[in-house]
């Protein structure tokens, strides 16, 4: 677990943020992009997921940005 405290003033700025900096780390082995969170610093226990994380065949999740429209991507960009 890697806790990367960023100052972003707007949730979807931060979300951005989140989304490129994860998916950067994509090629690094052992890395799970759809477990990525963001909360302010002052309400840590309210998360917002940046990857939707629905569970697929064969226990992959779904790869592409929270809220997606159409079918999940265990691989796929959102």
Do not use: K, N
């Amino acid at each position: 677990m890697i806790h990367l405290p960023v100052a972003v003033p707007e949730l979807a700025d931060a979300l951005r943020f989140a989304y490129t900096f994860t998916r950067s780390l994509a090629l690094v082995p052992g890395i799970e992009l759809t477990g990525v969170t963001v909360s302010a610093e002052d309400a840590q226990h309210i998360r917002h997921w940046v990857f939707c994380d629905r569970l697929m065949p064969d226990r992959l999740r779904c790869a592409r940005r929270s809220g997606h429209q159409g079918r999940c991507d265990p691989t796929g960009p959102g």
